[in-house]
């Protein structure tokens, strides 16, 4: 896999933290969008560049956490926030054996 333009590199280092935030947020509609834009986005191999992927462990693991302490128990927001937390999750496994750093593996 080469490796993406810098201007790419430099953008997305701009948008992880904001999509951290964004997936963090106690908003179901914000983490839906938030959550949605970033599956997309994984859905291709181009987004697993190396200086990439601790940022995609990171933002799959904040996504977690927010679906898992603001809305699964909520019934109303588990229903709106599971299919697209599920997708998420989805996106990423086909890329998996790109994550070869070892301790990456065990996040993973």
Same mark, same amino acid.
């Given at each position: 896999m080469s490796s993406?333009?810098?201007?790419?590199?430099a953008a997305n280092a701009k948008i992880f933290p904001v999509f951290a935030t964004r997936l963090a947020s106690k908003d179901v509609n914000e983490y839906i969008n938030t959550a949605n834009k970033l599956k997309n986005w994984?859905?291709?191999?181009? /987004?697993?560049?190396p200086d990439a992927l601790?940022?995609?462990? $990171?933002?799959? @693991?904040i996504a977690h956490q927010t679906?898992?302490?603001?809305?699964?128990h909520?019934?109303?927001?588990?229903?709106?926030?599971?299919d697209i937390?599920? /997708?998420?999750?989805?996106?990423?496994?086909?890329?998996?054996? $790109?994550?070869? @750093?070892?301790d990456l593996q065990y996040t993973c």
């Open positions: 993406p333009p810098q201007t790419a590199v994984l859905g291709s191999e181009k /987004a697993y560049y601790r940022n995609i462990v $990171l933002l799959l @693991e679906f898992t302490t603001r809305f699964l909520i019934e109303s927001s588990a229903v709106a926030a599971m937390y599920q /997708a998420l999750i989805r996106a990423v496994i086909p890329f998996l054996p $790109l994550f070869t @750093e070892e």
